[in-house]
């Protein structure tokens, strides 16, 4: 089984998608607890919402190459194919102008 990085790319920052009162809030949670549930043990961290980004390189602080990544989960599967079916049906899609990005976290053994 591998590892894969799941990121959320959204045109609204977290931030902003997460000022809202807590029963609208709890609201927006059901869809993805629903997928969690349906993702069981292939979840290995459900992950969170990502503040604003920034870089370094040795000179300091920079601009982020991407200023869309909203959030994260980091899932199990067989294999690069697997994980896009699991992910084909996360309620992030359901969100304007959104995507998903999957990463394989490779093995460093």
């Not at 503040?51 to 899932?75: C, H, L, Q, R």
């Not at 992910?87 to 999957?102: A, G, T």
């Amino acid at each position: 089984m591998s590892k894969f990085l799941v990121l959320y790319i959204s045109e609204k920052p977290a931030e902003q998608q997460m000022n809202a009162t807590p029963e609208d809030i709890k609201k927006r949670m059901e869809p993805w607890i629903a997928w969690f549930n349906r993702q069981g043990s292939a979840i290995i961290d459900q992950g969170n919402p990502t503040g604003k980004p920034f870089a370094m390189n040795k000179k300091g602080v920079t601009k982020a190459y991407t200023d869309k990544v909203t959030g994260y989960t980091i899932i199990e599967a067989k294999d690069i194919d697997k994980a896009k079916a699991m992910v084909f049906d996360n309620p992030h899609l359901d969100q304007p102008k959104s995507s998903i990005e999957i990463l394989q976290i490779m093995s460093m053994m």
